[in-house]
Nanobody, 120 residues
Framework: QVQVVESGGGVVQPGGSLRLSCTTT????????MDWYRQAPGKERELVAS????????NYADSVKGRFTISGIGTKNTVTLQMNSLKPEDAAVYYC?????????????WGQGTLVSVSS
């Protein structure tokens, strides 16, 4: 069974930095795209950043451009999100999604989420 495991959340002051990591477990799974989403209380889940491992491309929400960096091109089934200059509005549960395939089928797998709190 393929699972997604996130780590790296925590509490940080405004202007601080955090690094989130995500990896998949399970046999024969190869992710060709991995994304970070976030969901704040009372708000819808939104895409923060994504990496297409096949195309070697990344994409960011306008709200995080220039502050967040997603890496994962050239690495198998892992992705990190470096978050700098954090703002209170960045506080949310961050979820990692992996899209890929095993030998038998295509899969889209979500992690359980990791909490990021930004507060002075």
């Amino acid at each position: 069974q393929v699972q997604v495991v996130e780590s790296g959340g925590g509490v940080v002051q405004p202007g601080g930095s955090l690094r989130l990591s995500c990896t998949t477990t399970g046999p024969f799974f190869s992710a060709y795209a991995m994304d970070w989403y976030r969901q704040a209380p009372g708000k819808e889940r939104e895409l923060v950043a994504s990496v297409n491992k096949r195309a070697g491309t990344t994409n960011y929400a306008d709200s995080v451009k220039g502050r967040f960096t997603i890496s994962g091109i050239g690495t198998k089934n892992t992705v990190t999100l470096q978050m700098n200059s954090l703002k209170p509005e960045d506080a949310a549960v961050y979820y990692c999604r992996a899209t890929g395939a095993t030998m038998l089928k295509q899969l889209e797998v979500w992690g359980q989420g990791t909490l990021v709190s930004v507060s002075s």
